[in-house]
């Protein structure tokens, strides 16, 4: 019995040590701003911090000088938003988007916290709402839904006009240079037309390459999955293409600056994921710049 007793102590004083040292050990932080290009990272301010967002997306690079490389162009985009902190680890948020006259509602979630010793990555979900603002209109009658037969009648309500992102992002810091992050997603729509599915899963890759104090090169590439088991389609002719973007970041202790080229015309996660036809090998990138800028009360 002594045996035991000296063995659960044993055991007892190395768990304590070893979650003292990760108490102890220093958080590791990947990026220096909540969003990278157009994707969510695990970053997430101290408590009691208000963060304002504004990503914009111009037109597409295709006609050259002519409209100014897409800054004339039609087609832009441009979301505004409100994020904040109230305790740690969690943050909340608002915005509105051009396209679709979106608002959203989001809440991002940090479990792990990479650590200098101990925890060797970060892990967080992020999930959001989006309320399709357009006139009824713009869902054909309101009253029919369109098919490949003979269109049924339907009580178009509020609720067809919420879609939804969710994802779990794991991140690692490998030192003064490189960040990398991975997430899996899945993304739904109460209403879609009948060429579309309802739902989509997709994988994500992000990350940064500092190339001085304050400036990194930066990337983000979403993939949405063809997933035979969850489609509701034939064919995959209006199945979403990757979205692909690069470019370069700036910061501060406050701001964070963002400019880069990429596909993806939406802004909003889920938006992307469903709707994206861009096809960065045919014409398809367009320029974009994301700023944040962070108060602490």
Known sequence: M???ILILIILGVTFSNSFAQEEEADPVYAFNSGILIDAQTSYIPDARTLEFVIQHK???LENGKSDLWGIYAPGSNVRLALNYVPVKNLQIG??????FMYSDFNAKYKILQQKTSGMPVSLTVFGNIAIDGRNKSAFGTGNTVESKGKPAQYQFGFTDR????????VTRNFGDVLSLQAGASFTHYNTVEWDYDHDVIGLHFSG??????????IFNYDNPLKIKDITEQYTWDTHAK?????GV???TFTHAFQIYVGTAQGILPQDAMMYNQK??????LAFGFTITRIWMF
């Open 2 to 4: 002594k045996k035991y």
């Open 58 to 60: 111009f037109g597409t």
């Open 94 to 99: 608002a915005g509105i988007t051009k396209k």
């Open 162 to 169: 919420l879609s939804y992102f969710s994802q779990a992002m």
């Open 208 to 217: 940064k390459i500092k190339f001085s104090p304050q400036g990194s090169f």
């Open 242 to 246: 990757e979205n692909l973007a690069v």
């Open 249 to 251: 970041e700036f910061f």
């Open 279 to 284: 096809d960065w090998t045919n014409k398809g």
